[in-house]
């Protein structure tokens, strides 16, 4: 062999390993800054039931937990064209920068009201970079080794829903919840600080006249996440102000939440639309499951908050399990069989959580079908965002899959916002039955949209 083939076998072996002495300080703030996100993002539903009882202001549980994806919105939207026009550097800072604050203002908020719009903070600085860690990855990452990478950000966020719930549940139980607070906002700046010096040199700056750093979809995109508060809002006022506050919110979400989407979407049109609406069906119904669920074994149960997060969390064997299984059977079993099972999956979510409610089955029951729910999830997720780029066009990938992501916030934001007016109006027992009741049939919708999800496109 040539000496100039030998040279250009290791630079081709170079340029497919991972890490490397240029990319693990940007491997290592990408993973670190990741599981910081993913532990506060698996753990708030734990510790949410102790903080509105410490504050006193149990009515704004729904708008204390949902505030994040409502502004994570925005963020989502506006993080990739702010990194086309103007790098990398200034919005990760920026972004990063409200993450933490946010997470500050948390740790040291005075009533609810302080502790909210920390939670906004965290959601608008969140959507922000959790774009950017993508594009940080497309330009600093070889890509032969993106799937290498790709993998490893799906263990950062499974290792935190695995252990996240039950480790907040034992530290609040041992320190306090503001404390917890402290520690995620003290080394997730930390990641950032790194990650920040690490990406500079991969930083560059776009053509300013065509890409706007807020464009049409930006404006919506507030528009969207100010309906979405209002409808939140609207389920704390007294009658009969909560029926005109929400009548007005969900004519205004309705309106720009669907220019932020594709057309057909809000009525299932074939296509990509019927399966954006399908995960955004999915998400709504597992987000209301494990959000309640962790507030309904404390309060009304006695449950400590780690027993009350173990419960939850053990839905992420579930969807790591279902996740390996789409891996492993997708081209044998085909994407429309896989699809049909996962939505029918998810479905045992609520009904065990109702169940559980009832008296029907013990608490360990509620944990069996949790991991059920996980594993559609696992099962549904990989198939509805291959099928939707499938039948997507070339030049519109980067919408639709923003679009996917903006759907599902949108869906488990509103949704979120309805059961909670319910939890609120009826008292107890009652209140939950008739909250996964609804969870339960926007589960069965989207069981019935699986099984035609892949038909007739």
Do not use: N
Request: with cysteine.
């Amino acid at each position: 062999m040539s000496t100039s083939s030998i040279v250009a076998a290791d630079g081709a072996a170079t340029r497919s390993r991972l890490w490397t002495a240029r990319t693990w300080p940007v491997i290592a703030g990408i993973l670190v800054l990741m599981t910081f996100i993913a532990f506060e993002s698996v753990s708030i539903s734990t510790v949410l039931p102790v903080i509105v009882d410490d504050l006193g202001a149990r009515a704004w549980y729904s708008l204390a937990f949902a505030a994040t994806l409502t502004t994570a919105l925005i963020g989502m939207i506006v993080g990739g064209d702010w990194a086309d026009r103007s790098g990398i550097t200034s919005p990760l800072a920026i972004g990063g920068g409200l993450f933490v604050t946010g997470l500050a203002l948390c740790a040291v908020a005075p009533d609810m009201a302080a502790f909210v719009v920390g939670r906004l903070l965290q959601g608008l600085g969140g959507g922000i970079d959790s774009v950017l860690l993508y594009v940080i990855v497309a330009k600093a990452i070889p890509q032969a080794a993106h799937a290498r990478m790709f993998g490893l950000l799906t263990a950062a966020w499974i290792l935190p829903s695995m252990v996240g719930p039950l480790v907040a549940g034992a530290f609040v139980e041992v320190a306090h919840w503001r404390v917890l607070f402290a520690v995620v906002g003290l080394g997730a700046g930390a990641a950032l600080a790194i990650l920040v010096v690490a990406t500079r040199r991969h930083s560059t700056r776009a053509d300013t006249r065509r890409v706007p750093v807020f464009g049409r979809r930006g404006w919506w995109a507030v528009a969207t996440a100010a309906a979405l508060l209002a409808v939140h809002v609207g389920g704390q006022r007294p009658m009969p102000q909560l029926y005109g506050w929400l009548g007005i919110g969900v004519v205004a979400l309705i309106v720009a939440g669907a220019r932020l989407l594709p057309g057909g979407t809000l009525r299932g049109r074939p296509g990509a639309p019927r399966l954006i609406a399908l995960r955004a069906m999915l998400g709504a119904a597992v987000a209301a499951t494990d959000v309640y669920l962790p507030l309904y074994l404390q309060q009304e149960r006695g449950l400590r908050p780690a027993l009350a997060g173990l419960v939850v969390a053990v839905g992420a064997l579930g969807w790591a399990a279902g996740a390996w299984l789409q891996g492993r059977f997708a081209e044998r079993a085909g994407s429309a069989v896989l699809l049909r099972w996962a939505a029918g999956l998810v479905l045992v979510g609520p009904i065990g959580a109702a169940f559980m409610i009832g008296g029907l089955v013990p608490i360990g029951a509620v944990a069996v079908s949790g991991v059920v729910m996980g594993a559609g999830m696992g099962l549904a997720y990989p198939v509805i965002t291959s099928a939707t780029l499938a039948l997507a066009p070339p030049d519109l990938h980067g919408y639709y899959s923003s679009s996917l992501q903006a759907g599902e916030s949108i869906a488990a934001s509103a949704f979120l916002a309805f059961t909670g007016v319910v939890l609120t109006s009826i008292a107890g027992t009652g209140g939950y039955l008739t909250a996964y009741t609804l969870i339960g049939l926007t589960a069965l919708l989207a069981s019935l949209t699986g099984r035609r999800a892949l038909h007739a496109v």
